[in-house]
C-alpha cells in the first residue's frame, strides 16, 4: 500500500475508533443517569447492578480504544459485550433493535482485527 493509501486507511480507522469511542462512552455513562436503563435490564430479567457493570465496561473501553497499543483488548471486550446486547435485543425486540447493536459489534471488530498486535509475524 502507498504511503498515500496508509494515511487514508489510518485516518478512516481513526474516525471510526472516536466514533465508537463517543457512542461506547455515551451508552456507558448513560447507564448511571436515571432509571431507564435499569428498568429495561429488570425488564429483561437481569439484576439492576449488571446495567452499572456494563456501563462501566463500556467508559473503561471507551477511553481505552483511543489508546493504541490497548485498543485490540478494549475492543475484545467491547465486542462480548454487543454480542450479549444483540442476544438481549432479539430475545427481546422493541428497546432500540438488534441491528445498531451489530453495527456497534461489526465496527468494534474492525478495530480489534486493525490494532492487533503485529508481534507473530515471522
Known amino acids: 500500500m502507498s504511503s498515500a493509501g496508509r494515511r487514508i486507511a489510518t485516518t478512516a480507522l481513526w474516525l471510526v475508533i472516536i466514533f465508537e469511542a463517543l457512542a461506547m462512552g455515551a451508552a456507558g ?6 432509571s431507564h436503563w ?3 435490564f429488570v425488564e ?3 439484576p439492576v447492578a449488571l446495567s452499572y457493570l ?3 465496561a463500556e467508559v ?3 477511553i481505552l480504544l483511543l489508546f ?3 485498543a485490540s483488548y478494549a475492543a475484545g471486550g467491547l465486542a462480548i459485550i454487543m454480542v450479549g446486547a444483540v442476544v438481549t435485543q ?5 428497546a432500540g433493535g438488534w ?24
Open 29 to 34: 455513562g448513560g447507564k448511571f443517569v436515571g
Open 90 to 94: 432479539l430475545k427481546h425486540p422493541g
Open 68 to 70: 493504541p497499543r490497548l
Open 38 to 40: 435499569q428498568s429495561l
Open 44 to 46: 429483561w430479567g437481569y
Open 99 to 122: 441491528f445498531a447493536a451489530a453495527v456497534h459489534l461489526a465496527l468494534v471488530v474492525v478495530i480489534g482485527v486493525a490494532r492487533w498486535p503485529r508481534r507473530m509475524v515471522a
Open 60 to 62: 473503561v473501553g471507551a
Open 54 to 56: 456494563v456501563g462501566a
